[in-house]
């Protein structure tokens, strides 16, 4: 069996490791991968542009040259450009030379992940206009911040990238303005936790500017120099050294035309991670699956599904029953002193997707009261009726995503609030009280 798989970060290569050790050598393996690195964690980016991490290698779990050692080969610079699947075979071009050949396959997978949406005016080249998908442009990023003469960084788009990155702008000590289309940052997360974030930033220095769009880059000389913003009717120009794009990312997809899609570009896959196409799978950021708790197609781009999602692809590749995987939605992150993270349902979904449901906050002790002061938010999502726990959003300081881990546990289990509420869980004065946050979140929701 001949498996050609394209994409070789975090669902690729999860899937390639997870067939290689299925069959060994019984299993042909070909990955093709259109960057320079494989295998890296894309999330810990912003941290190695701040320089808590400080080589881009650290960030590689194993290169390619590692991963052929153990008969995975990987052919780098070398881009899937068209798939036929009538006759299953890859067109690939060898970025390096320009060659282009073509390969056959008996089984494809897709993890060729997503890429940053070139909107105008980003759709030009300009010698200081950046954007944040793999190791290469982390290190641009990072050099481009050692320049004194860079004191003006404009960051577009509001999500968990953009705002990872104001941050270790701010390490540098650069002036930051994060520009959003949306009336909030962090879209999908609650709008008290979201609040709470802009509040923390604009704490430590950044300029946040919602219900904004760029609507025009200033140049001299192949150089941004300004930034024209937009607010309604009105326009404002603000200085800007250096700009980077992070609104948004489309899943890459268009080598596949005839595979069936979400509106966005992502292909549809099914909890085998099978496409509409026989023999043919996708994962990662380039997919979208159905959440665990609404039945709806749900995109959830993270490297946490990405790895699991390849690793069941691997399984069924290698004629094994994967382990379940329930999508529910779970990301967190920390933005200078405070944490925050959302798991299943936030209000505003449940509330589109037309759910009776109820919604509880609390703000507690992260600790026993007379071991730390600080203090945490929970709010939890529930079916009125049935009174199953739907989401939780936990933000503050102190032990805050782990009280989320508990509701995603509670949510995979199908766990009611009075369930949760009565929770064995570990109890010391520096971890919580005696009844901890979430128990007594989960207990006071009537």
Same mark, same amino acid.
């Given at each position: 069996?001949?498996?050609i798989?394209i994409?070789?970060v975090?669902?690729?290569?999860?899937?390639?490791?997870k067939?290689?050790?299925?069959?060994?050598?019984q299993?042909?393996?070909?990955?093709?991968?259109?960057?320079?690195?494989?295998?890296?964690?894309?999330?810990?980016?912003?941290?190695?542009?701040?320089?808590?991490?400080?080589?881009?290698?650290e960030?590689?779990?194993?290169t390619?040259?590692?991963?052929?050692?153990?008969?995975i080969?990987?052919?780098?610079?070398?881009?899937?450009?068209?798939v036929?699947?009538?006759s299953?075979?890859?067109?690939v071009?060898?970025l390096?030379?320009?060659?282009?050949?073509?390969?056959?396959?008996d089984?494809l997978?897709?993890?060729?992940?997503?890429?940053?949406?070139h909107?105008?005016?980003?759709?030009?080249?300009?010698d200081n206009?950046?954007?944040?998908?793999?190791?290469?442009?982390?290190?641009?990023?990072k050099?481009?911040?050692?320049?004194?003469?860079?004191?003006?960084?404009?960051?577009?788009?509001?999500?968990?990238?953009?705002?990872?990155?104001?941050?270790?702008?701010?390490?540098?000590g650069?002036?930051?303005?994060?520009?959003? @289309?949306?009336?909030?940052?962090?879209?999908? &997360?609650?709008?008290?936790? /979201?609040? %709470? +974030? #802009?509040?923390?930033?604009?704490?430590?220095?950044?300029?946040?500017?919602?219900d904004?769009a760029v609507?025009?880059?200033?140049a001299?000389?192949?150089?941004?120099?300004?930034?024209?913003?937009?607010?309604g009717?009105?326009e404002t120009?603000?200085?800007?050294?250096?700009?980077?794009?992070?609104?948004?990312?489309?899943?890459?997809?268009a080598?596949?035309?005839?595979?069936?899609?979400?509106?966005?570009?992502?292909?549809?896959?099914?909890?085998?991670?099978?496409?509409?196409?026989?023999d043919v799978?996708?994962?990662g950021?380039?997919?979208?699956?159905?959440s665990?708790?609404?039945?709806?197609?749900?995109?959830?781009?993270?490297?946490t599904?990405?790895?699991?999602?390849?690793?069941?692809?691997?399984?069924? @590749?290698?004629?094994?029953?994967?382990?379940? &995987?329930?999508?529910?939605? /779970?990301? %967190? +992150? #920390?933005?200078?002193?405070?944490?925050?993270?959302?798991?299943?349902?936030?209000e505003?979904?449940?509330?589109?997707?037309?759910?009776?449901?109820?919604?509880?906050?609390?703000?507690?002790?992260?600790y026993?009261?007379?071991?730390?002061?600080?203090?945490?938010?929970?709010k939890?999502?529930?079916?009125?009726?049935?009174?199953v726990?739907?989401?939780?959003?936990?933000?503050?300081?102190?032990i805050?995503?782990?009280?989320?881990?508990?509701?995603?546990?509670?949510?995979?289990?199908?766990?009611?609030?009075?369930?949760?509420?009565?929770?064995?869980?570990?109890?010391?004065?520096?971890?919580?009280?005696?009844?901890?946050?979430?128990?007594?979140a989960?207990?006071?929701?009537?």
């Amino acid at each position: 069996m001949k498996v050609i798989i394209i994409g070789g970060v975090a669902a690729g290569m999860s899937a390639a490791s997870k067939l290689k050790r299925r069959l060994g050598d019984q299993a042909e393996i070909m990955v093709y991968e259109k960057g320079g690195d494989v295998s890296y964690g894309a999330c810990g980016i912003p941290f190695y542009i701040s320089d808590h991490i400080k080589q881009g290698q650290e960030l590689i779990a194993r290169t390619a040259e590692e991963f052929a050692q153990n008969g995975i080969p990987i052919k780098t610079y070398h881009e899937v450009t068209a798939v036929d699947t009538d006759s299953k075979t890859v067109t690939v071009k060898n970025l390096r030379t320009g060659e282009e050949f073509t390969d056959t396959y008996d089984k494809l997978v897709i993890g060729s992940g997503a890429s940053v949406r070139h909107f105008p005016p980003f759709d030009q080249p300009y010698d200081n206009l950046f954007e944040v998908r793999d190791v290469a442009d982390g290190t641009r990023v990072k050099q481009a911040l050692l320049d004194d003469a860079v004191k003006h960084v404009v960051i577009v788009g509001a999500g968990f990238i953009g705002l990872e990155v104001s941050e270790a702008c701010r390490h540098y000590g650069k002036e930051v303005t994060v520009v959003e @289309l949306a009336p909030q940052i962090l879209a999908a &997360f609650e709008p008290e936790a /979201s609040q %709470a +974030l #802009r509040d923390e930033l604009e704490r430590n220095g950044v300029t946040v500017l919602t219900d904004t769009a760029v609507s025009r880059l200033i140049a001299e000389g192949g150089k941004i120099v300004k930034a024209v913003l937009k607010q309604g009717e009105k326009e404002t120009e603000i200085p800007a050294d250096m700009v980077i794009n992070s609104a948004g990312i489309a899943p890459a997809t268009a080598f596949i035309p005839n595979v069936e899609k979400a509106r966005n570009g992502a292909i549809y896959v099914n909890e085998r991670m099978e496409t509409s196409i026989p023999d043919v799978y996708a994962a990662g950021d380039c997919s979208i699956m159905k959440s665990a708790i609404t039945g709806q197609y749900s995109y959830a781009p993270l490297g946490t599904n990405a790895n699991k999602q390849g690793r069941i692809i691997g399984d069924i @590749l290698g004629g094994a029953t994967p382990n379940p &995987f329930k999508l529910i939605g /779970s990301s %967190a +992150l #920390r933005l200078f002193g405070l944490d925050a993270a959302k798991v299943g349902l936030s209000e505003r979904d449940a509330k589109a997707n037309g759910l009776d449901y109820k919604a509880h906050t609390i703000t507690g002790n992260s600790y026993a009261s007379y071991y730390g002061k600080e203090k945490l938010n929970i709010k939890v999502i529930y079916d009125a009726k049935t009174r199953v726990i739907l989401g939780a959003s936990t933000w503050g300081q102190g032990i805050v995503v782990p009280r989320a881990n508990y509701y995603a546990i509670a949510i995979y289990s199908g766990l009611t609030v009075d369930e949760m509420g009565f929770m064995d869980l570990c109890y010391s004065p520096p971890f919580s009280g005696v009844w901890d946050a979430a128990l007594i979140a989960s207990n006071s929701a009537k």
